[in-house]
């Protein structure tokens, strides 16, 4: 149990479907995170929700779209996407907005774009 | 141009021995690092970290040392168990913390019994 769940755990989806991928942390965090994980390279930072405050946008393309209705849920939509965007997608969350403290993540969603 | 480096793709070590995972970074203003395991199918999870005012932090059988002048940073495991096997990522950032997290490519760390 990592008090980061993440759904679905899979997904799969043509260019031009809209889906969301769902983030829920029950951990009291008040700071949460998108990453993406590419195949052989690093993590990268996507968008930062401090306080249900958006802080950070990693130049991240138009077609995801971030929301964060309160501070244990956080969602990612995702509209007209590219075969280059199928990628681990890991949510993740810290108590404090500094990004010094360690951050949890959730098991991530597996996105394939056909 | 990656900024944290993790040149080891994959380590082997014997069951009981030392393990020693590196990484490497470029950026001087770096002053806060972590290293994450990360087992299949699943999400990382934090292990141990050091800031610069630091050159060792030692937490059970993991410990990090941080080599400023080399920009360097290690992470010593021992004795190496078999559930020690996953994917270790090193990450970097600057101002103590208060900046993004720059991550390595990881590397895959198999413990043989």
């Known amino acids: 149990e990592t008090g980061v769940t993440q759904t679905p755990r899979h997904l799969v989806m043509g260019m031009t479907n809209k889906k969301s991928l769902k983030c829920e942390q029950h951990l009291g965090h008040n700071a949460m995170y998108w990453y993406k994980q590419s195949a052989k390279k690093p993590l990268e930072l996507m968008f930062v929700y401090n306080f249900k405050e958006q802080t950070e946008n990693n130049s991240v393309p138009s077609r995801f779209s971030p929301e964060c209705p309160n501070s244990s849920h956080l969602f990612l939509h995702l509209h007209t996407l590219q075969p280059e965007d199928s990628a681990l997608y890991l949510c993740?969350?810290?108590?404090?907005?500094?990004?010094?403290?360690?951050?949890?993540f959730g098991d991530g969603t597996r996105l394939s774009i056909l | 141009d990656q900024q944290v480096k993790q040149n080891s793709p994959s380590l082997s070590v014997q069951e009981g021995r030392i393990s020693i995972l590196n990484c490497d970074y470029t950026?001087?203003?770096?002053?806060?690092f972590l290293w994450y395991k990360k087992y299949p199918a699943e999400g990382p999870t934090f292990l141990i970290s050091i800031s610069s005012i630091k050159d060792k932090n030692e937490d059970g059988r993991f410990t990090v040392f941080l080599n400023k002048s080399a920009k360097h940073l290690s992470l010593h495991i021992v004795p190496s168990q078999p559930g020690d096997s996953a994917v270790y990522f090193c990450a970097a950032s600057g101002d103590f913390g208060n900046e993004k997290l720059t991550f390595g490519t990881g590397t895959r760390l198999t413990i043989i019994p």
């Open positions: 993740a969350s810290s108590q404090d907005p500094a990004l010094s403290q360690p951050q949890h």
């Open positions: 950026n001087s203003m770096f002053d806060y």
